[in-house]
């Protein structure tokens, strides 16, 4: 997700320009990361508790990063400055060494990878490379022009579906298989265009917005039939700036340009009612309903679309940010990093929804007084009726949410390429080169150390 435009800068000495979320269960603790990029390089961040977010990474030698990928908690990161925006430079960060380099006929807008796939989307074509040694294994050149770089991969690479924008008039949906090479369907999924598509976590869902802001969709993979239909508001249109499910598939999460972050729970509701209901308000509800039937299909659509089951409060409008929701320290928590330079962390109650509680906030750009330290700890604690269940277990402990699978997709992607950029010989998905980087407990806060 691009949190500034080539040639904006934020109102700070640092601007945080890039930022993007990682979950993987390539270690026993469940591992999430951020990624930044800012005027002066590029960090990396692993998140291990509420209170703990640790530099696993930084660079200064690169300015003006405006995308920065990292392979789960692998050390191979990808970048791409605005120095040079046509090429790619692929790194491992534990070692301090450039892979490779690849460069474009054009800006490169977005970059997204698995462990099967690396794409390299421009705005007229999207290079599909195979990750094991970065050869190219298809160009896509006769899509429409994309001129944000929009488009989706999934991270299972058991299933390594993307998808991007059929048409620069309406949200159509392109899914395409990444490991035959082939387009699977399009999906009319809205009337305007695209702004936001994601994959969940076993790429067997893909959820879309269009650029109003106002329905967000959900479509099963690979038959693309819709799921589910939430309603984020009519009032205004808004500008969806992040779309992530979270890693059980059971909350999807959508953050814009206003100061409410949005979490949908995909859940099929019961139809069935008591033959008289209880209550006046019950009576009234009935009613309600029946009456879509003899209503538009737009207007009865509108009404039956489900509204936010949680929503998030922001002190700002108007910054870009993305969102994900993730399970730290056995409670599903709502994390929100903004172009302000911070990383604000509330809590999610999985039963009732409702506001979440904002319950710590991490600067990200190192400019942290020791004043806003002493606010953030002196924040009012959570009702008892919730904060009761935060125990502060330790660490260590491992997930038991499902999510990104590290077996299939061995035997998958053996086309022949068309193209060979690698000069020499290039294993990306070496598991003993990019061995998982985490922080161990007794090494010195913001290095990298193998367990």
């Given amino acids: 997700m691009n949190l500034g435009e080539r040639g904006f800068y934020f109102q700070v000495e640092l601007w945080l320009e890039y930022s993007t979320f990682c979950h993987s269960h390539d270690v026993p603790i469940f591992h999430r990361s951020l990624a930044i990029g800012t005027k002066a390089g590029y960090k990396l961040f692993s998140l291990s508790s509420v209170e703990q977010l640790d530099q696993v990474h930084g660079n200064n030698e690169i300015p003006n990063v405006y995308i920065v990928e990292r392979l789960f908690s692998s050390s191979l990161v990808v970048v791409v400055s605005h120095t040079k925006p046509r090429q790619m430079n692929v790194y491992h960060f534990k070692k301090g060494t450039e892979i490779c380099n690849y460069s474009y006929s054009s800006n490169i807008l977005s970059i997204k990878l698995n462990r099967q796939r690396l794409l390299v989307c421009l705005e007229e074509s999207i290079y599909i490379h195979n990750i094991k040694d970065m050869k190219l294994l298809k160009t896509l050149l006769d899509i429409p022009a994309n001129p944000t770089g929009l488009c989706a991969l999934s991270i299972n690479h058991s299933n390594s579906y993307l998808a991007y924008p059929g048409s620069l008039t309406t949200g159509e949906i392109v899914l395409y298989d990444g490991s035959s090479l082939k387009t699977v369907c399009t999906i009319a999924a809205h009337e305007g265009t695209l702004a936001a ?28 039939q819709k799921l589910y239909e939430f309603r984020r508001g009519m009032k205004r249109y808004v500008t969806i700036s992040s779309l992530v499910f979270s890693m059980d598939s059971q909350f999807l999460c959508a953050s814009s340009n206003t100061e409410t972050v949005h979490i949908f729970k995909l859940e ?13 308000s019950g009576y009234m509800g009935k009613m309600f309903m029946a009456a879509t039937n003899y209503l538009p299909a737009q207007v009865s659509d509108m009404m039956n679309q489900d509204r936010a089951f949680a929503t998030g409060r922001l002190n700002f409008s108007g910054q870009k940010n993305i969102c994900t929701l993730s399970t730290i320290q056995k409670l599903p928590r709502l994390l929100v990093a903004s172009s302000d330079g911070h990383l604000y962390i509330y809590n999610l109650d999985p039963q009732d929804g409702g506001e979440c509680v904002l319950i710590k906030t991490h600067s990200l750009l190192g400019s942290e007084t020791a004043e806003e330290n002493k606010e953030n700890d002196l924040r009012p604690p959570l009702p008892q009726s919730y904060a009761a269940t935060v125990a502060r277990p330790s660490p260590s402990a491992a997930s038991t949410m499902p999510g990104y699978s590290e077996d299939g997709g061995a035997l998958r992607g053996e086309v022949i390429p068309e193209h060979e950029f690698a000069t020499g010989p290039v294993c990306l998905d070496d598991e003993n080169e990019f061995p998982p980087i985490i922080l161990c407990r007794g090494s010195q806060k913001g290095k990298a150390k193998q367990c």
């Fill in 268 to 280: 099929h509701l019961t139809h069935s009612r008591p033959e008289e209901p209880s209550t006046w």
């Fill in 197 to 224: 598509i994601t994959f969940n976590s076993s790429g067997s869902k893909l959820a879309s917005a269009s650029e109003k802001g106002t329905v967000i969709r959900v479509f099963s993979v690979p038959d693309g």
